[in-house]
């Protein structure tokens, strides 16, 4: 198992002991929904609510994963992004998820064998999409279209009606612009 499926399928497992909800997201979804390209990094949506954020954090850190920046903890409650490095030094993000459409985007994960062995619980693509044109870097928006040719069955409904909201909290109408055109490919 290559290093960084080893981390994410460790930190998975340890979610699964803890049953906790989440899933995994960025990179190693996108290999899984769309054009596969060099990823790092381990991203996960773990379902945290507000006000509990510390009762994850803390099991976390104490079971053998490091921040990888000084106030570790205090970022995360700041920004609702633990980064931290697991015991092999692959850097891992994990969101700490709260709102509907994090809840919804976990309940809809579904598992994918990576490699022999290694299966993974990972975001829908529609998710997927979702979240990159939230972030709406050119790299995201990049990776979209790269999911709209390779999934030619995407549930466009959903799509908009979950970043739609997102869009407008942001007040980035471009967001939505931009899903309409990823359409037209």
């Known amino acids: 198992m290559t290093p960084l499926f080893e981390a994410a399928f460790e930190l998975q497992n340890f979610f699964i002991q803890q049953q906790w909800q989440f899933c995994i997201i960025g990179g190693i979804?996108?290999?899984?929904?769309?054009?596969?390209?060099?990823?790092?990094?381990?991203?996960?949506?773990?379902?945290?609510?507000?006000?509990?954020?510390?009762?994850?954090?803390?099991?976390?850190?104490?079971?053998?994963?490091?921040?990888?920046?000084?106030?570790?903890?205090?970022?995360?409650?700041?920004?609702?992004?633990?980064?931290?490095?697991?015991?092999?030094?692959?850097?891992?993000?994990?969101?700490?998820?709260?709102?509907?459409?994090?809840?919804?985007?976990?309940?809809?994960?579904s598992s994918f064998e990576f490699e022999p062995g290694c299966i993974l619980t990972t975001c829908s693509a529609e998710d997927l999409i979702v979240q990159k044109l939230f972030a709406f870097r050119t790299r995201d928006t990049l990776d979209v279209e790269t999911i709209v040719l390779r999934q030619r069955q995407l549930d466009w409904a959903y799509i908009q009606a979950q970043l739609r909201p997102l869009a407008e909290l942001k007040e980035q109408p471009e967001i939505m612009e931009a899903l309409s055109k990823l359409r037209e490919i």
Do not use: C, H
Request: glycine letters at 8%.
């Open 29 to 109: 979804a996108l290999l899984r929904w769309g054009e596969p390209r060099f990823t790092r990094d381990v991203d996960v949506t773990l379902l945290a609510g507000f006000g509990r954020e510390r009762d994850f954090i803390a099991p976390i850190l104490s079971s053998g994963y490091r921040g990888r920046i000084p106030d570790a903890v205090e970022f995360a409650l700041r920004n609702r992004v633990l980064l931290l490095e697991s015991p092999q030094g692959i850097p891992i993000d994990i969101a700490l998820g709260a709102l509907p459409f994090e809840a919804k985007m976990v309940e809809r994960a």
